[in-house]
């Protein structure tokens, strides 16, 4: 008997393709939801125009990704539902806090850069598994929108780490060295006043002497 109510306590959902499909398209609609309040956002904390236009495109893409799953699960009878996507949520929190923490310019653009990757990676994988789903089940709609935008984002990627290498990591460094010859240069004044100030003593403890 108490082995019978512990096979019913364990037992799981064992979901079929079209209901795995419905919960990958759920999740990514709600991960394009939450960056959808973000992106702006991030828009007016960066420094780089160039970035700032990425950011403005891919909050286009995602609003029109969102349209295209709403119109895929109505035609599939489903709704995106209310789940939170955890881990959209986690990667999207990070990328936030850097917000908070680091002054606007070229350091908070690079550490803004890897954090939208980091997403923009996770969105692709999402993507990818969902296309593969819709495509063993016939929704042509779903494996469509899933190209274009697996397509969007390994091209905003790229465009991403282009920007970040040739025109954002260089500004950074620059601004360290900047920095580096800047406390130099204070550490060079102050010991100049230090054997300045020295020099006056013992000059006049001489003429002290020589009375």
Same mark, same amino acid.
């Given at each position: 008997?108490?082995?019978?109510?512990?096979?019913?306590?364990?037992?799981?959902?064992?979901?079929?393709?079209?209901?795995? *499909?419905?919960?990958?398209? @759920?999740? &990514?609609?709600?991960?394009?939801?939450?960056?959808?309040?973000?992106?702006?956002?991030?828009?007016?904390?960066?420094?780089?125009?160039?970035?700032?236009?990425?950011?403005?495109?891919?909050?286009?893409?995602?609003?029109?990704?969102?349209?295209?799953?709403?119109?895929?699960?109505? @035609?599939?009878?489903?709704?995106?539902?209310?789940?939170?996507?955890?881990?959209?949520?986690?990667?999207?929190?990070?990328?936030?806090?850097?917000? @908070?923490?680091?002054?606007?310019?070229?350091?908070?653009?690079?550490?803004?850069?890897?954090? &939208?990757?980091?997403?923009?990676?996770?969105?692709?994988?999402?993507?990818?598994?969902?296309?593969? *789903?819709?495509?063993?089940?016939?929704?042509?709609?779903?494996?469509?929108?899933?190209?274009?935008?697996?397509?969007?984002?390994?091209?905003?990627?790229?465009?991403?780490?282009? *920007?970040?290498?040739?025109? &954002?990591?260089?500004?950074?460094?620059?601004?360290?060295?900047?920095?580096?010859?800047?406390?130099?240069?204070?550490?060079?004044?102050?010991?100049?006043?230090?054997?300045?100030?020295?020099?006056?003593?013992?000059?006049?403890?001489?003429?002290?002497?020589?009375?």
């Amino acid at each position: 008997m108490a082995s019978s109510r512990k096979s019913s306590r364990t037992r799981k959902d064992s979901p079929d393709g079209n209901e795995l *499909l419905v919960l990958e398209l @759920q999740e &990514i609609h709600n991960a394009e939801s939450q960056l959808s309040r973000v992106v702006p956002k991030l828009m007016k904390a960066v420094e780089s125009e160039e970035l700032r236009e990425c950011l403005e495109e891919r909050l286009s893409q995602g609003e029109r990704l969102t349209k295209e799953i709403e119109s895929a699960l109505e @035609q599939m009878d489903e709704s995106p539902g209310r789940k939170k996507n955890a881990a959209a949520e986690g990667l999207i929190n990070d990328t936030r806090e850097h917000v @908070q923490e680091i002054e606007s310019g070229p350091a908070l653009d690079a550490v803004l850069i890897s954090g &939208i990757q980091k997403t923009e990676h996770y969105c692709i994988a999402a993507w990818g598994t969902a296309r593969s *789903l819709g495509e063993s089940a016939g929704e042509k709609e779903v494996v469509k929108s899933m190209e274009r935008a697996l397509k969007e984002g390994r091209q905003m990627d790229e465009a991403l780490t282009k *920007l970040a290498e040739e025109t &954002i990591n260089p500004q950074v460094f620059a601004e360290e060295s900047q920095d580096e010859e800047s406390d130099e240069g204070t550490d060079e004044e102050g010991g100049s006043a230090r054997s300045s100030g020295r020099g006056g003593k013992q000059q006049r403890q001489e003429q002290r002497t020589s009375r």
